[in-house]
């Protein structure tokens, strides 16, 4: 069985083995077969297409486990992107896999990673956490539990609702930086990047139109206070350090004017045995 990727939106990110393996296969699983055949029409593949959704897929799963048993290659589809990511697939392979059934993945686009890829974010680890849920209690809930995230959170979110989602954000959250890329690898393709405040005032204006990616960074990290009576009293302490030096290291590392520091550093001076 393959999981074959086709374009979020542009077709010209269709791969040369992808219309390769579909127009070998011997049937084709699709989510939407009428919008598929669009795609299949575009690339000359003739390919057989049966449904593959959400609703059908016990029934139509065991069809085509049965197909893949009798050696048929199968290929799996969805309306965009990869097979799987937020797109039903997922308990065919897992049975699949369970029969002894090879299953090969066909790679492309998917949209989470071409928003994290063009993001300017942290892309070292991240994490995929797909759609919001559309009811504003779950929906906090979730962001809730990914309050403390200290990676990358990337969303799927319908443009309708992403206002309501960055106001939760932000009321979650707090004030973090984020990515909202819009309508990838299409006309209209957008980036807005900035703090949620920052975003959403870049929204107010105007309807949010077409597929979002929502990446939002991990919390700043805010720097503990340095203590500077501590470390005035570590450098007095120290032979090797003049006084000036002293009040010139303080100064530079607690960011306090250097006149603060002075003073302190002779009121500290007296308490030294
Ligand atoms: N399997 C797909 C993938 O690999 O990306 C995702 C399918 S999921 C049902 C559809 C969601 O993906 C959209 O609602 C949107 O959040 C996101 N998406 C898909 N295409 C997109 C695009 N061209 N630009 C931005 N987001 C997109």
Not at 39 to 60: E, P, Q, R, V
Not at 82 to 100: F, H, K, M, N
Not at 119 to 130: H, I, W
Not at 149 to 170: F, M, Q, S, T
Request: proline fraction near 5%; aromatic fraction near 6%.
């Amino acid at each position: 069985m393959y999981i074959v990727a086709t374009p979020i939106g542009n077709l010209e990110d269709m791969t040369f083995r992808a219309v390769r393996i579909l127009k070998e296969a011997d049937l084709i699983a699709a989510e939407d077969t009428r919008h598929s055949r669009r795609l299949l029409n575009h690339f000359g593949i003739a390919g057989h297409l049966t449904s593959y959704f959400d609703h059908n897929k016990s029934l139509k799963g065991e069809y085509l486990l049965e197909r893949l048993r009798d050696g048929a290659h199968v290929a799996l589809i969805s309306d965009a992107g990869t097979p799987c990511i937020s797109d039903p697939g997922y308990q065919l392979v897992r049975d699949a896999v369970a029969a002894g059934i090879a299953v090969v993945p066909i790679p492309g686009a998917s949209a989470a990673v071409t928003a994290l890829s063009a993001s300017g974010l942290p892309t070292d680890s991240f994490t995929f956490a797909g759609f919001l849920p559309s009811k504003q209690g779950k929906r906090r809930e979730k962001l809730a539990q990914l309050r403390d995230e200290g990676r990358v959170v990337i969303y799927y979110e319908a443009p309708h609702r992403l206002p309501a989602a960055l106001a939760d954000l932000l009321e979650v959250c707090g004030e973090r930086q984020i990515v909202v890329a819009r309508e990838l690898t299409k006309l209209y393709e957008e980036f807005v990047r900035g703090s949620v405040t920052e975003v959403l005032a870049s929204f107010a204006h105007r309807e949010v139109k077409g597929e979002i990616v929502l990446l939002v960074a991990p919390a700043e990290e805010v720097a503990a206070p340095v203590d500077s009576d501590e470390l005035l009293n570590r450098y007095l302490a120290d032979p090797n350090l003049s006084f000036r030096d002293t009040v010139s290291m303080v100064a530079a590392e607690t960011g306090v004017p250097r006149s603060e520091i002075y003073g302190r550093a002779l009121e500290l001076r007296k308490t030294l045995p």
